[in-house]
């Protein structure tokens, strides 16, 4: 039968008491860390690889986010959730199969060496099953999921070149202006239908515009380097350590006045959230010489 929640049953006596270890792995395949770690690398290590996983990942996102709207799967009972987990949208596909497919299979394919194979074949199995461990999704939803994420390693990395050639020809601050457009339009669009209870599409929108108009800023007034400092790495400790406390601060301290049930107060606030850790917070440490 398809869409039988009872492999949840099978996996919880197959791995008995886990609960709480699948409820962290969990959180490794979630948008906050994936934005935490984006943000990390892009403040301190590698600036162009981060914009250039940013992008995969909103592409990422955003389709997932409308295959869940069109196939519109309805998730496993809440009755059959584990205690602590929460889950919101549809189910089909999941979004963290998909996405933790996409994200550490581009990792894979950049870095390309065994560990770092392994490494992402043992979060992205641990963190599917996860979801159906914790009773959120189907094991068809993850199936899925990993699937369309492994397909779209595939194309990126097969466009990736031909992608470049054809851009370069292209102002890079008119393409991110029509990034932003997309954005917003996709938002708009996603505002005339009956949203899931507390996941509309506004974080992925906030994302896009707030990622494309803060690297417009970012290139025009700041254009920061993440080259280490010889023997004072601690400055790019403190950009991570006091950049990470700025972004999550933004980030939940405007949910009160920005909350997520509002597609458009979500959007502007997942917008400042982004625009945050592209654009302000490296003006701040390129002027206090972090």
């Keep these: 039968m398809?869409?039988?929640?009872?492999?949840?049953?099978?996996?919880?006596?197959?791995?008995?008491?886990?609960?709480?270890?699948?409820?962290?792995?969990?959180?490794?395949?979630?948008?906050?860390?994936?934005?935490?770690?984006?943000?990390?690398?892009?403040?301190?290590?590698?600036?162009?690889?981060?914009?250039?996983?940013?992008?995969?990942?909103?592409?990422?996102?955003?389709?997932?986010?409308?295959?869940?709207?069109?196939?519109?799967?309805?998730?496993?009972?809440?009755?059959?959730?584990?205690?602590?987990?929460?889950?919101s949208h549809y189910s089909t596909p999941s979004g963290h199969a998909q996405t933790s497919a996409t994200f550490y299979g581009w990792i894979t394919a950049r870095i390309k060496t065994w560990w770092m194979a392994l490494i992402a074949i043992v979060l992205t199995l641990l963190i599917g099953i996860s979801r159906v461990y914790l009773g959120v999704h189907f094991i068809e939803d993850v199936l899925l999921g990993w699937g369309i994420g492994i397909i779209t390693v595939l194309l990126f990395v097969y466009l990736e070149k031909p992608a470049r050639e054809y851009l370069s020809r292209y102002n890079t601050e008119h393409l991110l202006l029509v990034l932003m457009v997309i954005g917003f339009l996709i938002t708009m669009i996603s505002s005339l239908f009956p949203q899931p209870p507390n996941d509309n599409f506004g974080a992925y929108g906030g994302l896009t515009m707030g990622f494309a108009l803060g690297l417009i800023l970012e290139r025009r007034f700041v254009n920061f380097s993440n080259e280490p400092y010889e023997g004072q790495k601690w400055r790019l400790v403190l950009r991570v350590v006091i950049g990470l406390i700025l972004v999550i601060g933004v980030m939940f301290g405007l949910s009160g006045i920005l909350p997520t049930e509002e597609i458009w107060l979500r959007t502007i606030r997942y917008c400042l959230v982004a625009l945050t850790g592209i654009f302000v917070w490296p003006a701040i440490f390129k002027k206090a010489n972090l």
């Design 2 to 87: 398809w869409f039988d929640p009872t492999i949840t049953d099978v996996l919880r006596n197959l791995l008995p008491g886990l609960g709480d270890f699948f409820l962290l792995v969990t959180q490794l395949g979630g948008t906050i860390f994936y934005v935490a770690l984006l943000l990390i690398v892009y403040w301190a290590f590698n600036k162009r690889e981060a914009i250039l996983v940013s992008y995969i990942l909103i592409a990422a996102m955003i389709s997932n986010y409308w295959l869940k709207m069109m196939i519109a799967n309805d998730r496993p009972p809440v009755s059959n959730w584990h205690p602590g987990a929460d889950a």
